[in-house]
């Protein structure tokens, strides 16, 4: 899969969408048939964004050496969460959506910016990684629950390797701001601002490349399909009708881009036109 001659990260046409969606079609051609492993996909990233090499910053090789630990462990353990299953829709696909989406958001906006910051791209790989380490397939019972147990299990790894506590502290920040209820919140605070290397927009980053497959209208309905079996597992009510076009069409109400990379990858163009489908459909019953 990725051979010399992929289309993972091949934006060789220069169109940033359809490069996504190749990638994340290659990412699921290998989870349906030989699993090609995170570190492998960790390595293509790495490459593509012209990180891990000597002249590297500090910093960024500390926080690519801790996303390589994360990558080889979830592998290790076969994206297993608390209970030894590795759950329907958290789960090694989930994190290799995520990290393949924030790769081409960085390149997007360095591309854009003119401003490169090796540090923060290393620190974007790894919490793509880590923001759902050992996610045991359920739902939070009280804010950021299920997201700082991930922080706290990625702690040992970034005490290790000696990363500075700032970073500590920005990778903690952004990881427990995923949680979707804090998602809203997160927009808002950098509404009107550009975007910059920051823990504010980098969260925004996150809760965009969290979703950003399952907005897609390619892989979407499937995504929920998994999301519902996961629920379902649990016993959770919404199991019911997340993957419903009822469940669906609210799923992409809720959502919410607002980062420049998103636009040109013409992410909230996708949802809008999505549900405009749903009501013109609708219409026709």
């Known amino acids: 899969m990725l051979s010399a001659d992929s289309a993972f990260l091949d934006n060789s046409a220069g169109d940033w969408r359809a490069c996504l969606d190749t990638s994340l079609a290659c990412v699921r051609q290998s989870w349906g048939g030989s699993w090609v492993g995170l570190p492998v996909l960790l390595e293509a990233c790495i490459h593509f964004l012209g990180l891990g090499g000597t002249a590297s910053p500090q910093t960024g090789s500390l926080l690519l050496a801790v996303a390589r630990q ?43 910016l003119g401003v490169d910051d ?60 995923s949680d979707f209820l804090l998602v809203a919140e997160n927009h808002r605070r950098v509404a009107g ?65 607002s980062s420049p990379s998103s636009v040109v990858l013409g992410a909230a163009q996708q949802v809008r036109q999505q549900l405009a489908d749903a009501l013109a459909a609708d219409l026709q019953l």
């Open 70 to 112: 994360i990558a080889a462990q979830i592998e290790a353990e076969g994206g297993c969460g608390a209970d030894s299953a590795e759950p329907g829709y958290h789960n090694r696909l989930h994190f290799s959506d995520s990290l393949t989406t924030i790769t081409l958001q960085a390149a997007i906006e360095s591309e854009r």
């Open 118 to 177: 090796g540090d923060w791209k290393a620190a974007l790989l790894l919490i793509a990684l880590a923001h759902d380490f050992r996610h045991p397939g359920r739902v939070n019972r009280m804010r950021a629950e299920i997201e700082q147990q991930s922080f706290d299990a990625l702690k040992p790894y970034l005490l290790q390797n000696a990363v500075p506590v700032s970073w500590m502290q920005r990778i903690e920040a952004v990881i427990l701001r």
């Open 193 to 257: 601002q550009e975007f910059s290397w920051c823990t504010d927009w980098a969260t925004v980053l996150l809760n965009e490349a969290d979703i950003m497959a399952s907005a897609s209208p390619l892989f979407g309905p499937q995504l929920s399909r998994a999301l519902a079996a996961e629920w379902e597992r649990i016993g959770f009510a919404a199991s019911q009708s997340v993957a419903t076009a009822q469940g669906r069409i609210a799923f992409l109400q809720s959502i919410e881009f």
